[in-house]
C-alpha cells in the first residue's frame, strides 16, 4: 500500500467529488505544468504560498506529498509564506484524524512536525518563508492560496509559473462550535482538488 491504510480512507470519501468547471480550469494549468516537466525529464517543484504558511499552504504540502506518493508521480512539494508563524496546531489535529501518524509538539514557538505518508515516506512541516522553502537553485510553479498573498507578491523569484488558486480560511472559525468541521472541509477541498490534478496526469503520462 502506498499510503497508510488510515489515509487510504480518508481518499476515499473525497476522491469520486465533484470540482467546479471554474476551478478545473485553474486546476488544468498545474496539470500541464506537471505533465510539461515530467514529459522533458525535468525536476518538478511545486511551491505552494499563503500569507503566514500556517494552515491553507501547510494542508496544500500534505495533500500533495500525498498524492505524489498515491499516484507514483515524483513531485516536490513545499510551502511557504510571507510571513514567519506557525504551522496552526488545528490542521496538526485534522490530518491526524485524517489519518497521518505525526511527531512532535506545539510547545515552540514555530514547531517542526515530521508527518508519515506512507512506511518509507515522510515530511516536515513548519512554517517558513517562500523564499526558504525551496533551494535557490530551483526553479517552480508558485501556487498563491490566499487573495493576500497573492495581491502583495506580484513577483515570486524561482517562479517559473505562478496560479491563484484560493481557498476559504478555516481560521474564522477558531473557537467556534465549528471548528473541526470548517478545518475537515477545507482540507478536503485542497485534497480533492490536488487529487484531481495527479489523476489527470497520471492518466496522460507513464511513470514505471
Known amino acids: 500500500m502506498r499510503v497508510l491504510p488510515n489515509i487510504e480512507k480518508t ?26 516537466k515530467i514529459e522533458n525529464n525535468k525536476q518538478v517543484n511545486l511551491n505552494f ?33 510571507t510571513e514567519i508563524t506557525e504551522c496552526n496546531k488545528r490542521v496538526i489535529k485534522s490530518i491526524i ?51 493576500n498573498a497573492d495581491k502583495n507578491c506580484p513577483y515570486i523569484p524561482g517562479a517559473e509559473k505562478r496560479i491563484s488558486l484560493k481557498y476559504d480560511d478555516p481560521k474564522e472559525f477558531d473557537n467556534t462550535a465549528l471548528e473541526i468541521k470548517k478545518y475537515e472541509e477545507c482540507s478536503y477541498k485542497i485534497a480533492t482538488e490536488i487529487f484531481y490534478v495527479f489523476s489527470e496526469v497520471s492518466k496522460k503520462i507513464k511513470i514505471h
Open 11 to 36: 481518499i476515499k470519501v473525497f476522491l469520486k467529488k465533484e470540482i467546479a468547471n471554474s476551478r478545473k480550469e485553474i486546476l488544468e494549468i498545474l496539470i500541464k505544468y506537471i505533465i510539461g
Open 97 to 147: 484524524n485524517n489519518g497521518f501518524l505525526v511527531t512532535g509538539n506545539d510547545k515552540n514557538k514555530n514547531p517542526e512536525y515530521l508527518v508519515a505518508i506512507s512506511a518509507n515516506k515522510t515530511i516536515k512541516l513548519f512554517s517558513k518563508l517562500f523564499k526558504k522553502s525551496i533551494n535557490n537553485d530551483r526553479t517552480f510553479i508558485a501556487v498563491m492560496t490566499c487573495s
Open 49 to 81: 504560498i499563503c500569507t503566514h504558511n500556517s494552515r491553507r499552504s501547510q494542508f496544500c504540502q500534505i495533500w500533495s506529498s500525498t498524492a505524489s506518493q498515491y499516484y507514483n508521480i515524483p513531485v516536490n512539494c513545499y510551502s511557504g509564506g
